[in-house]
């Protein structure tokens, strides 16, 4: 018998292909991962990933603790979400909102946000279609429609106040446009939809008879302007999913508790995506999240003033570092610009940033298609306490020495 050959994978290789899947290619380690190493292996502070260096609520934290030892949560729970939760988020949208679901029909807990998009993406969406995206945008969204085999149509947001331009959306709607992939509050600009604005994407959906996606984690998060779900709006409800998540507005980012809502119909086929990604997660923590989502309007209220608070400190400690600063209306991130110091790289600046001053930030230019919109900015992010934002703002300062 002849002796089997096989090829080595050690050349990314095996009978004659590339090991990673192709419509993945060029994606890469996300720059987040690779800029929290780069922190942690240079001692920097990390104004970069948006994780906050404090934990939540002490009792949304004890309750978690409570499910543990009582033994809820620790073995799987149901696909769908544990029933107090899909109660807890119904009741959400209800109160702040004033939109009504079906906790058993129109609600699914999912593993953070990301889940969320990624099996709406792989539900939703057939080979070919084109998805319209607001550019820049955050990096899973790339990795998500290309994992669906869809075309991903940026509709870019331009400096300084970052507005989606309209006509250029009409423009961009084409016979194989399936969805609008949306998010607002936006990662990483901080751009608030008006209600001038989701009423316009709205009527266009409609015409086009198109999906809307919407990412909405950062929706507790806005210092100006309001936000309200575009599925409140009329012919809204049976064509959108929401999106949300507890990490941003609770602390908890690692818990990774996130969920989707919208008419039977589109939660059934986001499901049937979703149960064959992770089936179910954190188990315990959704019971403690089902009591985070029942905090008084006052955690709310202190949350985003003490949010307000540190994006104005941060904001002007980098005005007086000599970055251009464009001031964000919503989420805990500030985009800036670095041609003020003579640079255009913003990928080698964020390299060399911990290096020359001890802080590390993200470039905003990997959340672009077009390599030119965004290749001078620089994305920080404030959700830190005040001391560590004081001493990067003063260390950003040696950037003018």
Known sequence: ???????????????????????????????????????????????????????????????????????????????????????????????????????????????????????????????????????????????????????????????????????????????????LLLNSPHNPTGMVLTADERGAIAALAIEHDLLVVTDEVYEHLVYEGTHSPIAALPGMRERTVSISSAGKTYAFTGWKVGWVTGSPALVAAVRTAKQFLTYVSAGPFQYAVAEALRLPDSYFTTLRTDLLRKRDLLDAGLRAAGFTVYEPQGTYFITTDIAPFGEKDALAFCRALPERCGVVAVPSSVFYDDPEAGRSQVRFTFCKRDEVLRDASERLRRLGG
Do not use: K, W
Request: charged content about 20%.
């Open 1 to 179: 018998m002849a002796a089997m050959t096989t090829t080595r994978s050690s050349t990314g290789q095996v009978g004659g292909r590339p090991l990673l899947n192709r419509r993945l290619d060029g994606l890469g380690t996300t720059i987040f991962a690779e800029m929290s190493a780069l922190a942690t292996a240079t001692g920097s502070i990390n104004l970069g990933q948006g994780f906050p260096d404090t934990d939540g609520p002490e009792e949304v934290r004890e309750a978690a603790v409570r499910a543990l030892r009582d033994g809820r949560g620790n073995q799987y729970p149901p696909g769908p979400g544990i029933p107090e939760l899909r109660s807890a988020i119904a009741d959400h949208q209800r109160r702040f909102y004033g939109i009504g679901f079906d906790p058993d029909t129109e609600v699914l807990v999912t593993a953070g946000a990301t889940e969320a998009i990624a099996a709406s993406m792989l539900a939703l969406l057939e080979p070919g279609d084109e998805v319209i995206a607001f550019e820049p945008f955050y990096d899973s969204y790339a990795a998500c429609i290309a994992m669906a085999g869809a075309v991903r149509v940026p509709l870019t947001l331009r400096a300084p106040d970052f507005r989606p331009d309209l006509d250029a959306l009409r423009d961009a709607i084409t016979p194989r446009t399936r969805l």
